[in-house]
């Protein structure tokens, strides 16, 4: 085998592998726009939802322009009503008996 002959076919080796990588770049390159459009059109469904699901939470609060009866139609749902909590927060009465005597001071 001649050294031309060999030069040749690295040469013919190399074009078809630097082919081969452009076409696995410009694949690569569509499947990440693909994978991005289709991220957006899930983040504008995921934007409806939300917004929808914050709108529905807003009415269950009472909200203006939403009824009251709203909030008391879920509680009566979901078996939760609101409690009238009252606070016990001052002085305690000590009745508890004297324990035994400790051992003497200085």
Do not use: H
Not at 40 to 50: H, L, S
């Amino acid at each position: 085998m001649s050294a031309t002959f060999v030069v040749k076919a690295a040469s013919a080796g190399s074009a078809v592998v630097i082919v081969a990588c452009l076409v696995t770049v410009g694949v690569l390159f569509q499947d990440i726009n693909t994978l991005y459009d289709d991220v957006m059109d899930d983040m504008v469904e995921f934007k409806t939802i939300a917004n929808d699901a914050w709108r529905g939470m807003m009415g269950i609060q009472g909200a203006p322009g939403v009824s009251k009866n709203n909030a008391e139609n879920v509680a009566v749902l979901l078996g939760r009503n609101k409690r009238q909590a009252s606070c016990g927060c001052g002085a305690q009465p000590n009745n508890c008996p004297a324990g035994p005597p400790g051992p003497p001071g200085q």
